[in-house]
């Protein structure tokens, strides 16, 4: 383990500031700061590569690294002229944790390590300010209790709590230097009382101790779930680096102040200086919202000299990093120093609005622009937000910390948020009082955070932004009583479970559910997206079976639909029973009769449909699903049966009958209502349905359905089914066109395997089409194709290729098949437990597999093309929405995919970043 040359340690001065893997984001940004002039207290880093050693070799310090550290400290006392011990003049650092990928809050942090109580006098000395020496000893022994030594925080907060009540003062800064000193003595005696041993004197121990417990929070239980949620892998973020920095005070008075800043507003990304800011405070204290900090605005009147600095500090910022910032700052003794920044992590809202304004500015360009937009992150642009017709009146208001809507059941702590999670799926708002690090589970959860203390860049509110979920913070009108499970807000009683709705764009708080609407396209996000367009190689369409999905869809950006799913046609109330009379007809005059009934609503459909999207292309699918898929159940129509036959035999009188009756009809919403009746005679009618119903559920009773009678099959075995879809495409593409409207629909047959099938539609396509031109007069314009969604199909790609204009890969079904995955089953029963146990990565009805599904595609792609060059071959299963999978298919050549109304914008975004990732690979 020992390794002479290689260095673990590297001073601000020295680092790589482009190496984050190495020196964590912090590290490397402290080190590129330093090395670009702007004032950074002097520091140093412990590279990520000492806590993997330090992890890996059972919590030891790999050799050496204690004396790099010794080294820089003594580099250190001659930069600041003070000594690490020094009781006349002493120097003092932070030790901060810090990984390749910002996780805010997941590690730990210790701030004045130096002090005991040689030091303390000796900081009493230089500052001539006791109440200040005590303040920042009285913190470091809390802090390092908890983080170095393990003591909870209550075993501080109770004693610290109960001298404030006893002075009187609501606020830290209320407290004497005699309160401090005397909390000072407290919690030395805390310390001893819950180790056995007196607080550790030696600045040396202190740092060793600091150092190994910072490395130890990165396998730190709060810092791996955080890592599991957001998908945080060893090739992104290794350890965590530790940087340790001379302390420089913003609580040495009242030209003294602390603060943290946005470039721009990280709410809305409107470009301008968004921050807060406490005079006479530590960083801790704005971050923690224990004291409600000033608009940063403020200080341009208060402190207009730093203010001119500060301006100055976030230009310089993001010139330098092309990005917007967030960052640490403190002010001492009126001298401005920059003690961290990172990328700023903002709502989408505000990503897409600095996306295109950085590329006005010149800043970064097109390509950037999109790149630094995650396309699943689009979905929080899709949040609802309230109804702005609803007429109500808020309840309480607070800080707008993080937009959107949301509305849930209140919960006050986050274990019991996760408890009642896993007991039912009802929506929840978790209502603290503030939130720390470790409620991060409860966030998770909750739809939305509420709390009733701290600001902007409070915990709650840095978190809630990052995961995109609705925050107001501060709503200081609210009293939380988190044992009695309930809050206060005036006369206002609300108690857990009870429902709120919280908004967060405007910080209000409202009792009850207000009802929301869903978010619409900025202007911002039409643009960028029209970027994308230009970019990307995909083409992006919807699946969508009604004008109201295809309108929506449209919005979104949809260049067409890639799948109507024609049976959801077919599910509407007053439709369904002219296609039972077809399903349980008899003889093929019956049916062609229900049939003929079908025809002309579908043709209207289509019509609507195919004007809609014009002139985008409409590929309709042909009926799918086992046909007894629209019959109810027999247990079902059994218990109608005896109803019906109960009421035969009880029946009074023709009023009590039609009562009951009338209760019978919405038995299955599925069959024809059963309107009020007369007389018995109608009764026997109705039993006499049921018994045929019965029968044809019977008859046509499946074992393995999905693998069943159903699709092309269909089609084979009911001409006349595939028949009048047929006519109603073809009808309504003359329609359109001698309406003047330009239309491109597709027909599209599913569940194929063999060639001959597609030959067997086609010789009825052919048929139809001469009849349709005969009687329209017009030739309809139309393609026919044909899903890939059997494996046989793929492997005979070159064969249909000869038949279809092109291929649309069903990836559901192809997934099922290949797993051999039951689609309906495997989600809820084995599929989580394999995930878990590491046998397979994703749920692969969620994400492609690419190495098998993928396979398979790719070669049927490969065999297609052999035979058509230039076919258009997209995906309509599921995985057409999800970006890693639209990677696969661009980078297998796919034409288009086709995914549902709302993942279209994301779809549209992924498809650009397959191509530009692709070209810069
Ligand atoms: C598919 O199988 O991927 C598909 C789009 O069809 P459905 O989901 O309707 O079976
Ligand atoms: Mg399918």
Not at 87 to 95: D, E, I, R, Y
Not at 409 to 425: E, G, I, P, Y
Request: charged share 25%; proline share 5%.
């Amino acid at each position: 383990m020992t390794d002479p040359v290689k260095q673990y340690v590297y001073s601000f001065a020295k680092g790589d500031g482009h190496n984050k893997m190495l020196l964590g984001g912090k590290g490397a940004n402290l080190c590129e700061m330093t090395q670009i002039g702007l004032n950074v207290p002097p520091g140093f880093t412990i590279t990520t590569e000492a806590c993997l050693a330090y992890l890996e070799s059972g919590n030891t310090l790999p050799d050496g690294v204690m004396k790099e550290v010794r080294e820089q400290m003594t580099t250190l006392e001659k930069l600041t002229g003070k000594g690490f011990g020094d009781a006349h003049n002493p120097l003092l650092v932070s030790v901060r944790s810090g990984s390749a990928i910002s996780m805010p809050g997941m590690m730990d942090t210790i701030l004045n390590l130096g002090m005991n109580s040689d030091t303390l006098q000796g900081e009493i000395e230089q500052t001539g300010d006791e109440r200040f020496a005590y303040d920042a000893y009285r913190r470091f022994i809390q802090l390092f209790g908890k983080v170095a030594l393990g003591i909870a925080d209550e075993h501080f907060d109770e004693p610290f709590e109960s001298i404030k009540k006893r002075e009187g003062v609501k606020e830290d800064v209320g407290l004497s230097a005699d309160n401090l000193k005397e909390i000072s003595e407290v919690f030395l005696e805390v310390v001893h009382g819950q180790t056995g041993r007196p607080f550790p004197e030696n600045p040396y121990e202190q740092l060793d101790l600091a150092i190994k417990a910072v490395l130890g929070s990165w396998s730190g239980k709060r810092a791996v779930d955080y890592r599991r949620e957001f998908g945080i892998t060893p090739d992104m973020a290794n350890g965590t680096a530790v940087n340790i920095c001379t302390m420089v005070f913003g609580n040495r008075g009242n030209d003294c102040a602390t603060g943290v800043a946005f470039t721009r507003n990280p709410g809305t990304g409107e470009n301008i200086f968004y921050g807060e800011y406490l005079v006479n405070a530590q960083g801790e204290d704005v971050v923690a919202g224990i004291r409600t900090p000033k608009p940063i605005a403020q200080m341009r009147e208060e402190m207009p000299d730093i203010y001119r600095q500060l301006e100055e500090l976030r230009s310089k910022l993001e010139t330098h990093y092309t990005e917007i910032q967030d960052f640490e700052f403190t002010i001492e003794k009126g001298i401005l120093y920059c003690l961290q920044t990172r990328n700023g992590k903002m709502n989408t809202q505000a990503m897409v609005r600095t996306s295109v304004e950085l590329v006005a500015e010149g800043l970064i360009n097109k390509e950037q622009a999109l790149l630094r937009i995650a396309p699943e992150s689009l979905e929080q642009m899709l949040f609802p937000r309230l109804d702005p017709r609803a007429d109500v009146t808020p309840l309480a208001t607070g800080l707008p910390a993080s937009p959107g809507a949301a509305c849930g059941h209140v919960v006050f702590d986050a274990d019991r948020a996760v408890a009642q999670k896993s007991v039912n799926s009802r929506p929840l708002i978790l209502l603290r009082e503030e939130t720390k690090p470790e409620d991060i589970h409860g966030f998770f959860v909750s739809e939305a955070i509420l709390t009733s203390r701290g600001g902007k860049t409070s915990h709650a509110a840095v978190v809630a932004r990052g995961m995109g979920k609705p925050c107001v913070a501060g709503a200081d009108g609210i009293e939380v009583d988190v044992a009695a499970r309930r809050a206060h807000i005036g006369d206002v009683v609300i108690k857990e479970g009870d429902i709120i709705t919280i908004d967060g764009t405007s910080g209000n708080v409202y009792l009850g559910a207000v009802p929301t609407v869903e978010a619409e396209f900025s202007e911002e996000l039409k643009t960028l997206l029209g970027w994308a367009d230009e970019r990307a190689g995909l083409k992006v369409m919807a699946n969508a079976d009604i004008p109201e999905d295809a309108e929506r869809a449209l919005r979104y950006g949809a260049m067409g639909i890639g799948l109507c799913r024609t049976e959801r046609m077919f599910n509407a109330a007053e439709r369904l029973p002219i296609v039972l009379e077809m399903i349980v007809s008899d003889t093929l005059e019956q049916r062609q009769a229900a049939l003929d009934k079908l025809l002309p609503i579908q043709r209207q459909d289509f019509i609507e449909l195919f004007t809609t999207m014009a002139p985008n292309p409409v590929t309709v699918r042909l009926l799918d699903p086992p046909i007894h898929e629209f019959l109810p159940s027999e247990n079902q129509l059994l218990d109608d049966l005896i109803q019906l036959k109960h009421l035969k035999d009880t029946m009074r009188g023709s009023e009590v009958l039609s009562a009951t009756l009338s209760l019978l009809s919405n038995i299955n919403g599925k069959i024809a209502p059963i309107q009020q009746l007369a007389d018995s005679s109608l009764v026997d009618e109705a039993i006499e349905k049921k018994e045929a119903i019965l029968k044809k559920v019977r008859s046509l009773f499946e074992v393995n359905p999905m693998l069943g009678h159903r699709g092309v099959r269909l089609g084979i075995t009911f001409p006349e089914i595939y028949a009048m879809q047929i006519r109603a495409v073809l009808e309504a593409a003359c329609a359109c066109q001698k309406a003047g409207v330009e239309v491109h629909p597709e027909i599209m047959i599913p569940q194929v395997c063999t060639s001959e099938e597609l030959k067997s539609i086609k010789v009825h396509v052919e048929a139809i089409r001469k009849e349709v031109e005969l009687s329209e007069g017009v030739a309809p314009i139309f393609r026919f194709g044909t899903m890939m969604e059997v494996v046989r199909a793929c492997m005979r790609a070159d064969e249909l290729a000869q038949e279809a204009d092109f291929f649309s890969f069903g990836t559901n079904d192809l997934t099922q098949a290949t797993f051999s995955f039951s689609r309906e089953d495997a989600e809820n029963k084995f599929l989580p437990m394999y995930n878990e146990a590491g046998i397979l990565q994703d749920n692969p009805f969620e994400v492609l597999d690419a190495n098998g599904v993928g396979k398979l595609m790719k070669l049927a792609v490969g065999w297609g093309r052999g035979v058509k060059p230039d076919m258009k071959i997209g995906i309509c299963g599921e995985h057409g929405g999800h970006p890693a999978s639209i990677r696969f298919c661009h980078k297998i050549g796919l034409s288009y995919v086709s995914c549902s109304g709302p993942r279209v914008p994301i779809a549209r975004l992924a498809a650009a970043h397959a191509a530009l990732l692709e070209s810069t690979q």
